[in-house]
């Protein structure tokens, strides 16, 4: 596999990254995950919109145009022949003395690379997912897409453990969003989604899928929902650029919609999956 590292398109056994750099030592990075249908980068200016975001959240410099960055992940998906997957990019501040002050200057770390992912035939969208809830332990700005992914990964983890696909996380009662994606439910046709704020990440995939919902003339509410309203209502599911739209199908080993995926996730999944083609 060809990955890009400041400037260089190399073989991924010969990246190499200084064990200084702040992304290592500290988490002081951002990143964004772009998916690859047919060869295609799908949504890529929302992508480098919310990086700009990010970045400027963090005090950090941009290390490329997006012009640049558009060249360098379509130049990836060329090399390695990615049909369906996705682009992987990474932004750290830079190499620096391990210190929690960081001097002013240092030239930001870009890494990127592909991987190769079924997407659209998904076992999973098929069956629905079944996820467990665990408190939500994350520090304050999630809406800033930090490479911070330590408890997300240990929430995942503890759904492998208890037999499930993944874990939704609860803050003062209510869901914020899963480990990686953001969560749904569905009552009475309404689709039912946490407002945007500073903790949840503004999903790249939520906004398409709302202003596809919209445009499909159903319902949408944006406000928090709490597990026990989750486990009463007639779906759920969950978005994000590499699931797209995947139906959630237990909360807890409480069944949703008769353990099913729902008619309104896999309308919402098949509206998704037309446009992006
Ligand atoms: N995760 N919420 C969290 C905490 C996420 O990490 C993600 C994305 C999302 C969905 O955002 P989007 O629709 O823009 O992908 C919501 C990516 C896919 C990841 O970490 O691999």
Redesign the pocket.
């Known amino acids: 596999r060809i990955v890009y590292v400041n400037g260089a398109y190399v073989p991924e056994e010969e990246a190499k990254v200084s064990v200084f750099d702040r992304g290592f030592l500290f988490a002081d990075g951002v990143y964004e ?1 772009t998916s690859v249908l047919e060869g295609r980068l799908l949504d890529f200016e929302g992508h480098m919109r919310r990086l700009r975001r990010s970045l400027a959240e963090l005090d950090m410099a941009a290390p490329a145009s997006d012009e640049e960055l558009l060249e360098i992940h379509r130049e990836l998906v060329r090399r390695n022949g990615v049909e369906e997957g996705l682009v992987y990019l990474q932004v750290t501040r830079g190499a620096a003395d391990r210190d929690f002050v960081y001097p002013a200057g240092v030239a930001p770390t870009l890494v990127m690379f592909t991987q190769e992912k079924q997407i659209v035939e998904s076992p999973a969208a098929e069956r629905g997912i079944r996820v467990i809830s665990i408190p939500d332990e994350r520090w304050g700005r ?1 809406d800033i897409k930090t490479v911070q992914l330590l408890y ?1 990964s240990m929430g995942k983890m503890m759904a492998k453990a208890a037999g499930a696909d993944d874990a939704w996380m609860v803050e003062e009662g209510f869901v914020t ?6 969560a749904y439910i569905v009552k009475g046709g309404r689709i039912i989604t946490r407002h945007l704020g500073n903790e ?2 503004h ?4 906004a398409a899928v709302l202003r596809l919902a919209r445009e499909a003339q159903m319902e949408v509410e944006e406000r928090p929902f709490t597990i026990e309203e989750a486990q009463g209502a007639d779906e759920a599911f969950i ?4 699931t797209f739209v995947q139906p959630v199908v237990a909360i807890d080993d409480v069944e949703i919609g008769g353990g099913r995926p729902g008619p309104i996730a896999r309308r919402l999944r098949e509206i998704y999956v037309e446009e992006a083609r």
Do not use: D, K
């Open positions: 995950v999630r997300p969003e899963g480990t990686s994606n953001n949840i990440l999903g790249i995939t939520r978005t994000s650029a590499t």
